[in-house]
C-alpha cells in the first residue's frame, strides 16, 4: 500500500495544501509566463521553501512540489538553459529542486516527518485552452519524461491536475501506471457534466475507471460548483473523492494580482459540505492562501482508532 493509500485508510479527511502560483505572486514573485511558477525557481527558491512550510504549521498532510511548469516544453518556449545545460536537463534539474524544496520544508516543520509531498504533473499546454493540447504520441512522450523525473527526484506520491480533456487524461494515466506510486487524477470541468473541453465528464470516468488512481478529484473551479461535480462523480466511481477550487479569476497575462471572492470562512464552510457528501482529500487551489488551510484543516478528523 503506497502512502497515500495508507492516509486514506485511516478514515480521515486528508488536507491538501493551497495554491503555489498566486501566493508566489502575492509575496512578491514574478510569475510571468511562460514559466511561472517555475520562475521562483531560478530567482527565489526560498520563497518556495517557506510557502510549503506554511501550508505544514497551518494544517497540510500533502504538500505539492513547484513543478507545475517544470516540464522541458517550458524551458524550451523561454529558451532557458540551466549552466549551459540542454533543455532536457534544466528540466530535470530544477523538477529535481522543486522535489527538494518541498523535502526541506517536510524536515523543518513536520516534527514527525509524516507530511507527504506529492509531485504535480500539469497539461502541457495551457489548462485552458484544450484546443492546444498535442497529439497523443507527444503527450506521452513528455507526460512520461516529467514523471520520471520526478519519481527519480523522491516524490512520496503524484498529482495530475487541471486536466480538461480526454486525450491528455487518457496519456496522463497511461503513463502514471508505469510507475509505483499513489496518484490522484484532478480533473477540470465547465459544469457539472461536462469537462472544461466540452467533453463528456462521464467518458473520462469510464476511462480513469480502468485504471488505479487513488483519488479522483476536481481543481480550479468556483467552490460553488465543487458540490454538484463531485455528486455526478460520485455516480460515475467508487474511487475516492478530492477537491480543491479556486477563489477568483487569475489575470496572469496582465500580471494583476486575483481578485479573490471567497474568504477563509467562507471557503471552510464549502469544505464542510464537501467533506459531507464524501470527499476525502480537501485542499486549495489559485488565490487560497496557508490562511485557508488553517480553516480547512480543522475538518481531518478521525474516523477509526
Same mark, same amino acid.
Given at each position: 500500500?503506497?502512502?497515500?493509500?495508507?492516509?486514506? @485508510? #485511516?478514515?480521515?479527511?486528508?488536507?491538501?495544501?493551497?495554491?503555489?502560483?498566486?501566493? $508566489?505572486?502575492?509575496? /512578491? +514573485? *514574478?510569475?510571468?509566463?511562460?514559466?511561472?511558477?517555475?520562475?521562483?525557481?531560478?530567482?527565489?527558491?526560498?520563497?518556495?521553501?517557506?510557502?510549503?512550510?506554511?501550508?505544514?504549521?497551518?494544517?497540510?498532510?500533502?504538500?505539492?512540489?513547484?513543478?507545475?511548469?517544470?516540464?522541458?516544453?517550458?524551458?524550451?518556449?523561454?529558451?532557458?538553459?540551466?549552466?549551459?545545460?540542454?533543455?532536457?536537463?534544466?528540466?530535470?534539474?530544477?523538477?529535481?529542486?522543486?522535489?527538494?524544496?518541498?523535502?526541506?520544508?517536510?524536515?523543518?516543520?513536520?516534527?514527525?516527518?509524516?507530511?507527504?509531498?506529492?509531485?504535480?504533473?500539469?497539461?502541457?499546454?495551457?489548462?485552458?485552452?484544450?484546443?492546444?493540447?498535442? @497529439? #497523443?504520441?507527444?503527450?506521452?512522450?513528455?507526460?512520461?519524461?516529467?514523471?520520471?523525473? $520526478?519519481?527519480?527526484? /523522491? +516524490? *512520496?506520491?503524484?498529482?495530475?491536475?487541471?486536466?480538461?480533456?480526454?486525450?491528455?487524461?487518457?496519456?496522463?494515466?497511461?503513463?502514471?501506471?508505469?510507475?509505483?506510486?499513489?496518484?490522484?487524477?484532478?480533473?477540470?470541468?465547465?459544469?457539472?457534466?461536462?469537462?472544461?473541453?466540452?467533453?463528456?465528464?462521464?467518458?473520462?470516468?469510464?476511462?480513469?475507471?480502468?485504471?488505479?488512481?487513488?483519488?479522483?478529484?476536481?481543481?480550479?473551479?468556483?467552490?460553488?460548483?465543487?458540490?454538484?461535480?463531485?455528486?455526478?462523480?460520485?455516480?460515475?466511481?467508487?474511487?475516492?473523492?478530492?477537491?480543491?477550487?479556486?477563489?477568483?479569476?487569475?489575470?496572469?497575462?496582465?500580471?494583476?494580482?486575483?481578485?479573490?471572492?471567497?474568504?477563509?470562512?467562507?471557503?471552510?464552510?464549502?469544505?464542510?459540505?464537501?467533506?459531507?457528501?464524501?470527499?476525502?482529500?480537501?485542499?486549495?487551489?489559485?488565490?487560497?492562501?496557508?490562511?485557508?488551510?488553517?480553516?480547512?484543516?480543522?475538518?481531518?478528523?478521525?474516523?477509526?482508532?
Amino acid at each position: 500500500m503506497g502512502k497515500l493509500r495508507e492516509l486514506l @485508510d #485511516t478514515g480521515r479527511t486528508i488536507i491538501l495544501d493551497s495554491a503555489m502560483g498566486t501566493e $508566489l505572486q502575492s509575496r /512578491g +514573485c *514574478d510569475i510571468s509566463l511562460p514559466l511561472w511558477s517555475a520562475r521562483a525557481l531560478i530567482e527565489r527558491p526560498d520563497v518556495v521553501r517557506h510557502i510549503h512550510i506554511d501550508n505544514i504549521d497551518t494544517g497540510a498532510d500533502v504538500i505539492t512540489a513547484n513543478t507545475f511548469r517544470t516540464q522541458k516544453r517550458t524551458f524550451e518556449k523561454a529558451g532557458y538553459h540551466y549552466s549551459e545545460k540542454g533543455f532536457d536537463e534544466t528540466a530535470r534539474h530544477f523538477t529535481t529542486d522543486a522535489v527538494e524544496l518541498a523535502k526541506d520544508a517536510v524536515m523543518i516543520a513536520s516534527e514527525e516527518g509524516e507530511v507527504l509531498v506529492a509531485g504535480c504533473i500539469a497539461p502541457l499546454e495551457d489548462s485552458y485552452k484544450p484546443e492546444l493540447t498535442p @497529439d #497523443t504520441d507527444v503527450l506521452c512522450t513528455e507526460h512520461n519524461e516529467h514523471i520520471q523525473n $520526478l519519481v527519480n527526484a /523522491g +516524490c *512520496d506520491m503524484l498529482i495530475a491536475e487541471t486536466l480538461t480533456n480526454i486525450r491528455e487524461i487518457s496519456a496522463v494515466l497511461n503513463q502514471l501506471h508505469k510507475f509505483d506510486l499513489d496518484y490522484v487524477i484532478s480533473i477540470t470541468p465547465r459544469n457539472e457534466k461536462e469537462l472544461f473541453s466540452g467533453e463528456p465528464i462521464s467518458e473520462a470516468l469510464s476511462i480513469i475507471n480502468k485504471f488505479s488512481p487513488a483519488v479522483v478529484s476536481v481543481n480550479c473551479i468556483h467552490p460553488s460548483l465543487v458540490e454538484h461535480v463531485i455528486e455526478h462523480i460520485k455516480v460515475l466511481t467508487d474511487i475516492p473523492a478530492g477537491a480543491y477550487a479556486n477563489i477568483g479569476d487569475p489575470n496572469f497575462k496582465d500580471g494583476d494580482p486575483m481578485r479573490k471572492t471567497v474568504s477563509p470562512d467562507e471557503y471552510l464552510n464549502y469544505a464542510k459540505k464537501w467533506k459531507s457528501i464524501g470527499v476525502r482529500l480537501i485542499g486549495g487551489c489559485c488565490g487560497t492562501t496557508p490562511l485557508y488551510v488553517r480553516k480547512y484543516s480543522s475538518l481531518k478528523a478521525n474516523k477509526k482508532k
